[in-house]
């Protein structure tokens, strides 16, 4: 297998767009997806819509041309990737609500698109198709306001998300040896995902809320064996989540320890995102800024959930923080997770527009 970085670029034109983009300015990701479906209230029938009706004996056959049936019994509600496929305009509508806030970069409604999570719903055979609808989506909004405003570039940022499983750690606390997955299982999934997410048009891939470094070695491995295929290459992101008052991942991490365990991959950025809200994340985003020889992101939560789950932190709190971030020369690309809206992305947007971006180290400044 060759290295990714002695293939040529899958889409060179829009690479270099994203790459001059890069050097120029402090970019923008979107908020939080689920956020803004919950806005929706969304009902049983919302996330079976008309492909999906009528409950599991008539989703066995309408569905038969798109895989093997499902099993019965089980409730789609919750499952919000499948709405890409059950009710497509809820998700374009984020996408474009987040595009006319600011966002550089919107990342696809495919965080759980993998038959590891989608084995809940029993619709481990839709992911393929999810990821490249989650992208097609994605590409068709971004392309729609980059029309009006084509001095402004806008990217899909194809999301493969941790999985509810942990390669790294026993969920039985009574058999520390045991794992309820492994690197050859989430390899695979990871592997049709990605198939999905460059046919769809994604400009990147980003393995993103990384709890375990195991399981992003999968998806990297499964990355790199997707290029390999195609004999060219997409740029990659990584971003992982310190879990914490700790300042470590899930799997015992540092952030100084993530990154130098995944830099083999020589990815196009490294951040954080999720668990911490700005202030808390912030010596960790410091750590990467210091260490990291690629460009470094940052998207955390609305604060920390209350009582009730809910993100009280303002768009105007939450910007303020985030300007100290650019200010002191640590982003290079910024945005929300948990519990933001396209109202924290317009705030974040104008709080870091005019600072200059995070400068790169000299040798990867001259390579890109």
Not at 198 to 217: C, H, Q, R, S
Request: negative net charge; contains cysteine.
């Amino acid at each position: 297998m060759s290295t990714t970085q002695s293939l040529p670029w899958l889409n060179p034109a829009r690479t270099q767009l994203l790459l001059d983009a890069l050097a120029s300015r402090i970019l923008i990701i979107d908020g939080a997806m689920g956020t803004m479906i919950q806005r929706h209230r969304l009902e049983e029938a919302d996330y079976r819509g008309e492909r999906f009706a009528g409950g599991f004996d008539s989703l066995q056959a309408q569905d038969h041309a798109h895989g093997p049936g499902c099993d019965h019994g089980h409730d789609l509600k919750g499952n919000n990737d499948l709405l890409l496929l059950s009710n497509p305009q809820v998700i374009a509508g984020v996408h474009t609500a987040y595009l006319e806030a600011g966002a550089d970069l919107v990342e696809t409604n495919t965080f759980n698109a993998t038959a590891v999570s989608q084995a809940d719903y029993h619709l481990e055979h839709l992911v393929y198709e999810l990821n490249k609808e989650g992208a097609r989506i994605a590409r068709q909004c971004c392309d729609a306001v980059e029309a009006t405003t084509p001095d402004k570039p806008r990217f899909v940022i194809g999301v493969l998300g941790p999985t509810s499983r942990t390669a790294s750690i026993s969920p039985d606390v009574n058999d520390p040896g045991f794992r309820n997955t492994s690197f050859e299982a989430l390899r695979q999934t990871y592997r049709e995902a990605v198939e999905g997410l460059i046919d769809g048009g994604a400009d990147t891939l980003m393995v993103e809320t990384i709890f375990d470094t195991l399981n992003a070695k999968a998806a990297l491995f499964a990355i790199e064996e997707a290029f390999d295929g195609r004999g060219a290459r997409l740029p990659v992101m990584i971003s992982g989540t310190i879990t914490d008052a700790s300042g470590r991942t899930l799997s015992g991490q540092t952030a100084e320890a993530f990154y130098t365990s995944l830099m083999h991959a020589r990815p196009l950025s490294i951040g954080l995102n999720c668990a911490l809200g700005a202030k808390d994340l912030r010596p960790h985003v410091e750590t990467l800024a210091n260490v990291a020889d690629c460009y470094v992101s940052a998207h955390p939560n609305a604060g920390l959930p209350n009582a009730f789950g809910e993100y009280d932190e303002t768009p105007e709190e939450m910007a303020e923080t985030l300007h100290e971030f650019a200010t002191a020369g640590l982003l290079n690309l910024v945005g929300g997770c948990c519990g933001t809206s396209p109202d924290h992305i317009r705030a974040i947007a104008e709080a870091v527009a005019g600072i200059a971006p995070r400068q790169l180290p000299q040798r990867l400044a001259q390579a890109a």
